[in-house]
């Protein structure tokens, strides 16, 4: 895939038709070099369902992208707490990357092949926070591989640990990798989100963000314990082709709040599709488009109710 202008890109976002869960047909008039990105959410804890929309929209109607957001569904009802239900997914077929947020999720086979076809084709693919422990098969199941070998390969880390959510993190720049250009326009941070372990990351991983735990949630805290990378590039070598892929253990919804984290994310999402050329020395513009309001991370009921993927509009006219 070429890579694009991205003022030609923007001028063809309003010939785009909104890409929804299980749309995996592009539109008749859309330019097949234009990205087609597929975001697969669900997980029960960090509002997934509502932080990569908000993502997926400034790719659209920023940058003009393709973008498609398959949602764990219950009757057509968004249901993060569904563990075997994802639905949409074969829009993967005719993706040009994928972007992964789910925890825990024990899918069948007929959805899960999607995901590992992908994961082999060779294209590019990003990660966040639980996807280091997207799925959760058990040890007796033939898919237990996907536990813990697969993100580790694929993303590379397993889920380990972490502080707990009593605490949140300080993020600093590697300063071996300041000149990044996922790191463009990206500055140090508080995150509410609590620090992962990262002690079995891949060799080849290079480390883009450090993480230390603050006790406490709000900035200002005490730091504790050992730091630890937080965001990295990696490659994943596929059966058809390598993958370059970007991770972040960040996630929480109210780190999106932050400039720098919106801008790390979007930066890391073209990097990954090669198209680092069209990050400006700033950083790429990741301005909210529409409404970001998401509810606080937590289990049960915290998710918003009675929400279908129809309700959350990927295409907004200004």
């Given at each position: 895939?070429?890579?694009?202008?991205?003022?030609?890109?923007?001028?063809?976002?309003?010939?785009?038709?909104?890409?929804?869960?299980?749309?995996?047909?592009?539109?008749?008039?859309?330019?097949?070099?234009?990205?087609?990105?597929?975001?697969?959410?669900?997980?029960?804890?960090?509002?997934?369902?509502?932080?990569?929309?908000?993502?997926?929209?400034?790719?659209?109607?920023?940058?003009?992208?393709?973008?498609?957001?398959?949602?764990?569904?219950?009757?057509?009802?968004?249901?993060?707490?569904?563990?075997?239900?994802?639905?949409?997914?074969?829009?993967?077929?005719?993706?040009?990357?994928?972007?992964?947020?789910?925890?825990?999720?024990?899918?069948?086979?007929?959805?899960?092949?999607?995901?590992?076809?992908?994961?082999?084709?060779?294209?590019?693919?990003?990660?966040?926070?639980?996807?280091?422990?997207?799925?959760?098969?058990?040890?007796?199941?033939?898919?237990?591989?996907?536990?813990?070998?697969w993100p580790h390969e694929v993303f590379g880390l397993p889920w380990i640990s972490h502080h707990g959510g009593d605490n949140s993190t300080d993020v600093f720049i590697n300063e071996?990798?300041?000149?990044?250009?996922?790191?463009?326009?990206?500055?140090?941070?508080?995150?509410?989100?609590?620090?992962?372990?990262?002690?079995?990351?891949?060799?080849?991983?290079?480390?883009?963000?450090?993480?230390?735990?603050?006790?406490?949630?709000?900035?200002?805290?005490?730091?504790?314990?050992?730091?630890?990378?937080?965001?990295?590039?990696?490659?994943?070598?596929?059966?058809?082709?390598?993958?370059?892929?970007?991770?972040?253990?960040?996630?929480?919804?109210?780190?999106?709040?932050?400039?720098?984290?919106?801008?790390?994310?979007?930066?890391?999402i073209f990097w990954a599709l090669g198209l680092e050329d069209e990050i400006p020395e700033n950083g790429l513009n990741v301005d909210y488009v529409g409404e970001f309001d998401p509810?606080?991370?937590?289990?049960?009921?915290?998710?918003?109710?009675?929400?279908?993927?129809?309700?959350?509009?990927?295409?907004?006219?200004?």
């Amino acid at each position: 895939m070429k890579k694009l202008n991205i003022l030609f890109i923007a001028a063809l976002s309003l010939l785009l038709i909104t890409a929804g869960c299980g749309d995996n047909d592009r539109s008749a008039e859309a330019d097949q070099d234009v990205p087609h990105i597929v975001f697969v959410t669900g997980d029960e804890e960090y509002r997934s369902e509502e932080t990569m929309p908000m993502l997926a929209r400034i790719l659209k109607n920023r940058y003009g992208f393709e973008v498609t957001v398959c949602y764990a569904l219950t009757d057509g009802i968004i249901d993060p707490n569904r563990t075997d239900n994802i639905e949409g997914l074969e829009a993967l077929e005719n993706a040009d990357m994928m972007v992964m947020n789910t925890r825990f999720r024990n899918l069948p086979d007929d959805q899960l092949r999607y995901i590992v076809d992908f994961a082999e084709s060779g294209k590019p693919m990003a990660g966040f926070r639980t996807a280091t422990h997207a799925f959760s098969y058990g040890e007796d199941h033939p898919n237990h591989h996907m536990d813990f070998e697969w993100p580790h390969e694929v993303f590379g880390l397993p889920w380990i640990s972490h502080h707990g959510g009593d605490n949140s993190t300080d993020v600093f720049i590697n300063e071996n990798q300041a000149d990044h250009p996922i790191l463009r326009g990206v500055e140090p941070f508080h995150a509410r989100s609590w620090l992962y372990h990262s002690d079995t990351l891949k060799e080849d991983a290079v480390p883009l963000l450090i993480g230390r735990a603050v006790r406490g949630a709000e900035p200002g805290g005490e730091h504790f314990d050992d730091p630890h990378e937080i965001a990295w590039t990696h490659t994943y070598e596929g059966e058809h082709g390598t993958s370059r892929v970007f991770f972040t253990t960040l996630g929480h919804p109210f780190d999106f709040f932050k400039e720098s984290m919106r801008r790390l994310s979007i930066n890391g999402i073209f990097w990954a599709l090669g198209l680092e050329d069209e990050i400006p020395e700033n950083g790429l513009n990741v301005d909210y488009v529409g409404e970001f309001d998401p509810n606080n991370a937590g289990f049960g009921d915290q998710y918003k109710p009675n929400m279908r993927p129809e309700d959350i509009p990927l295409k907004v006219e200004e």
